[in-house]
Antibody
Framework: EVQLVQSGAEVKKPGESLKISCKGSGYTFGYYWLGWVRQIPGKGLEWMGIIFPADSDTRYSPSFQGQVTMSVDKSTATAYLQWSSLKASDTAIYYC?????????????????WGQGTVVTASS | EIVLTQSPGTLSLSPGERATLSCRASQSISSSHLVWYQQRPGQAPRLLIYGASSRAIGTPARFSGSGSGTDFTLTISRLEPEDFAVYYCQQHGSSRRTFGQGTKVEI
């Protein structure tokens, strides 16, 4: 079974650093782009960026460029999302997602597998 | 940035009724790049439709997608109790993969 399993909930103070993880299993980790999606409580979905595990090619949404860092460890099939200095406005659920590309002309991409989400609370 | 606007914000229907959800893009996108997701309360979203009209594995046949250019539609032919959820469209056509703001289908 293809799965993305994320690390547990975090409670931090504004200004603290944080790194959350997403471990892939059931598929060849390096072959698929992995993305991150933010959901502020009660709100919609925001695409943060995407990383290709084989070479760590990373694309950030302009809204999140410079605010977070995405990385991967191919040896453990794990992706990471980190903050150097959290803000209260970073309080949200963070989902990791696998991007698949279905065959077609042109190809048809989609986020076919979602992690269970990591709740991040930044509060003083 | 391609902005996706979903309407209505909330759809109040009963089981057995037909639901029609709209997603309008601020500029034309390839239908290959339009995707629909369902999010039930307390759960992660799940893929329903890709390429505007292709059902993902596990998506019941009562769900169908259509559209092209800037106007896309998700139709649920007969609502089942488990279909009451929030639905998001998303585009993969630009480097910034934006989501619509969601349509809540409620009883």
């Amino acid at each position: 079974e293809v799965q993305l399993v994320q690390s547990g909930a975090e409670v931090k103070k504004p200004g603290e650093s944080l790194k959350i993880s997403c471990k892939g299993s059931g598929y060849t980790f390096g072959y698929y782009w992995l993305g991150w999606v933010r959901q502020i409580p009660g709100k919609g979905l925001e695409w943060m960026g995407i990383i290709f595990p084989a070479d760590s090619d990373t694309r950030y949404s302009p809204s999140f460029q410079g605010q977070v860092t995405m990385s991967v460890d191919k040896s453990t099939a794990t992706a990471y999302l980190q903050w150097s200095s959290l803000k209260a406005s970073d309080t949200a659920i963070y989902y990791c997602v696998r991007q698949v590309t279905y065959e077609g002309s042109p190809p048809r991409p989609a986020f076919d597998v979602w992690g269970q989400g990591t709740v991040v609370t930044a509060s003083s | 940035e391609i902005v996706l606007t979903q309407s209505p914000g909330t759809l109040s229907l009963s089981p057995g009724e037909r639901a029609t959800l709209s997603c309008r893009a601020s500029q034309s996108i390839s239908s290959s790049h339009l995707v629909w997701y369902q999010q039930r309360p307390g759960q992660a979203p799940r893929l329903l439709i890709y390429g505007a009209s292709s059902r993902a594995i596990g998506t019941p046949a009562r769900f169908s997608g259509s559209g092209s250019g800037t106007d896309f539609t998700l139709t649920i032919s007969r609502l089942e109790p488990e279909d009451f959820a929030v639905y998001y469209c998303q585009q993969h056509g630009s480097s910034r993969r934006t989501f619509g703001q969601g349509t809540k289908v409620e009883i």
